[in-house]
């Protein structure tokens, strides 16, 4: 599931600051961005969504009762609110559960189950690497550069990956300070920019929706992993979980590398490329990057308990900000 079709395009080496590329995509352009990345030395494997016909049998096998796949727990997949970010305010149904998901909302969900596949599919591929590298960066199928940003690309994700290591506080001296790199983000409570570094660019995050565009160290791969199988929830609603509760830490740029066109931002001359505006962002509505104070309500967000969590987990980094370290 998730590898209908799978290309990898192997180097004699391994991308100095990340490590491999991951792109889910049925599309060319990011064909010719893996080869493009393949010439400057990097190594990028394809991989293809299944068709989503591949787990209309398994709902089937659900709905005569029989015991459901193992891998997916179809009742809470099939369930009105699996789409729903905020479980207290759930998809209202009407009838059952297999009347409610037929026609377009059951295929526009399976899109999404098959393309979350293969994001597991890559993190599993990363884990079992023999030779065992610390990132690996994951492109999703809604983000689509052309191969002539490939330098661009390379060069920024790499300086943010420095940017937020020589920021924040590491626990041992092989752990890099944080789990999970958010490319590409939205939704972000807007009380988190009060704790961003501008001079690096680097925005710490605490309820991020990140899916199509991130960096992950071995150690994110495996708790994603784990709380990801059986999938119960959305894939945008699992990470918000994980990096609310504290169990990724999470940063991203202040200014996403990819906004509503998913095109890459234009580069900076100052220190950091990542200040820079998104170029083509024309819905800021539907991509609305950080979620302002006054909406915290309609997901059931609590202000001071937002407050009280970015004090408690990054009070120390707006500390060493100001104090210029």
């Avoid at 599919?121 to 550069?145: K, M, N």
């Avoid at 300086?159 to 092989?174: A, D, G, I, L, Q």
């Avoid at 784990?226 to 990096?243: H, R």
């Amino acid at each position: 599931l998730g590898r209908n079709t799978y290309r990898s395009s192997r180097t004699d080496r391994l991308w100095a600051d990340l490590g491999p590329v991951y792109a889910i995509s049925r599309q060319e352009s990011m064909l010719q961005l893996s080869e493009k990345m393949t010439d400057l030395g990097i190594e990028a494997t394809i991989m293809t969504p299944s068709s989503r016909e591949v787990l209309r049998p398994w709902l089937n096998i659900h709905a005569h009762g029989k015991p459901p796949w193992s891998v997916v727990d179809f009742q809470s997949v099939m369930a009105p609110e699996f789409d729903s970010l905020d479980a207290q305010q759930p998809i209202a149904a009407q009838g059952s559960s297999a009347q409610l998901l037929e026609g377009e909302v059951l295929d526009g969900r399976l899109d999404r189950l098959t393309e979350w596949f293969s994001h597991l599919g890559a993190l599993w591929d990363f884990l079992a690497r023999d030779d065992a590298p610390d990132v690996a960066v994951v492109l999703g199928e809604q983000i689509s550069p052309s191969s002539s940003d490939a330098q661009g690309l390379i060069d920024m994700i790499s300086e943010f990956r420095r940017n937020v290591s020589s920021w924040v506080p590491r626990k041992t001296c092989k752990d890099e300070g944080w789990d999970l790199l958010c490319l590409s983000y939205f939704d972000e409570p807007e009380d988190s920019r009060n704790y961003a570094d501008f001079a690096r660019g680097v925005q710490p995050l605490l309820r991020p929706k990140c899916q199509q565009a991130y960096a992950i160290t071995r150690y994110g791969a495996r708790v994603l992993l784990d709380a990801a199988l059986p999938v119960q929830v959305s894939a945008d609603k699992l990470i918000m979980e994980l990096t609310m509760s504290g169990q990724l830490r999470a940063f991203g740029p202040i200014v996403p590398f990819f906004g509503a066109e998913n095109r890459i931002a234009p580069q900076s001359s100052s220190s950091s490329s990542t200040s820079s505006n998104v170029e083509g962002k024309k819905d800021k509505q539907s991509f609305r990057t950080l979620r302002p104070r006054s909406a915290y309500g309609e997901v059931a967000l609590d202000e001071v308990q937002v407050r009280d969590l970015l004090e408690m987990r990054f009070g120390g980094l707006r500390e060493a900000r100001d104090d210029g370290i």
